[in-house]
């Protein structure tokens, strides 16, 4: 019997780690979040002092560095970098911008996705990122497109921060989100956009489980539960 997937995409911010963590826990498949990757890589950069939208460099370090995803005996998705845990380091705005650019690159693209689309040939999995759907896996058996408003977004993505303990002003978040939605949306390999077999969720006037309930009910209804 084959493995299940499901693709969960959209923009920065739209809730889609959370609520794929929360289906797969609820599901038992395995949670890829493949924009780890490109953060991992992204880091990669930035520790060497190589501009993350210098295609020719970035493509050079690739062939440099050893990028790994593992899962922990927690059953949480760690990133290595040569060896080293960089699960929390990628997670700083700074990071977020060097991952947006490095990602824009299409040979950055070709290049990991063998590792993705590797997990999903091994496990039931939920994967979130921008093209699961449209590129990584075209044939997933349920797609959803996760959207909220730039300003919901931002205001959640805040709170996450200054939570982690991250003192940022809130026009700095929104700033950041809108800068990654256009170079997200606007570059040509890959695009973000919503592939045309997906459910829509817009999740800006939702609770957390008010869209864990809708999802589960897509979900459920695309892979038979
Ligand atoms: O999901 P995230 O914010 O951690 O992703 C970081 C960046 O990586 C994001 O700005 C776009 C890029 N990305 C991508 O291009 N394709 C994916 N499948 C996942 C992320």
């Given amino acids: 019997m084959g493995f299940k997937s499901i693709a969960i995409d959209g923009p920065s911010g739209a809730g889609k780690s959370t609520l794929a963590r929360r289906l797969a826990a609820h599901m038992g498949y395995l949670y890829v979040d493949t924009g ?3 953060r991992t890589l992204g880091l990669a950069a930035l520790r060497r002092g190589i501009s993350p939208e210098e295609k020719d460099a970035v493509v050079g370090l690739l062939k440099q560095i050893d990028i790994d995803l593992r899962y922990g005996e927690d059953g949480l998705q760690h990133m290595y ?17 060097a991952a947006s650019a490095v990602s824009a690159i299409a040979d950055v693209r070709a290049f990991l996705m063998d590792m993705q689309r590797d997990l999903a040939c091994r496990h039931n ?9 449209t590129v990584v896996l075209p044939d997933a058996d349920v797609k959803i497109f996760l959207t909220a408003s730039a300003q919901a977004r931002a ?3 805040h709170r996450e921060l200054l939570e982690r303990g991250e003192q940022v002003e809130f026009d700095t978040v929104l700033a ?28 800006t006037e939702n609770t957390l489980e008010e869209s864990v309930q809708r999802l589960l009910d897509v979900v459920k209804t695309g892979v038979g539960l």
């Fill in 125 to 133: 999995v939920i994967m979130d990122g921008r093209d699961i759907g």
């Fill in 176 to 203: 950041d989100i809108q800068a990654r939605d256009k170079r997200d949306t606007e570059r040509s390999a890959a695009p973000l956009r919503q592939a045309a077999d997906a459910v829509a969720v817009d999740t």
């Fill in 81 to 97: 970098l040569d060896g080293e845990d960089v699960t929390q380091e990628i997670r700083r705005p700074q990071v977020s911008q």
């Fill in 155 to 157: 205001q959640r993505r």
């Fill in 36 to 38: 780890a990757i490109y």
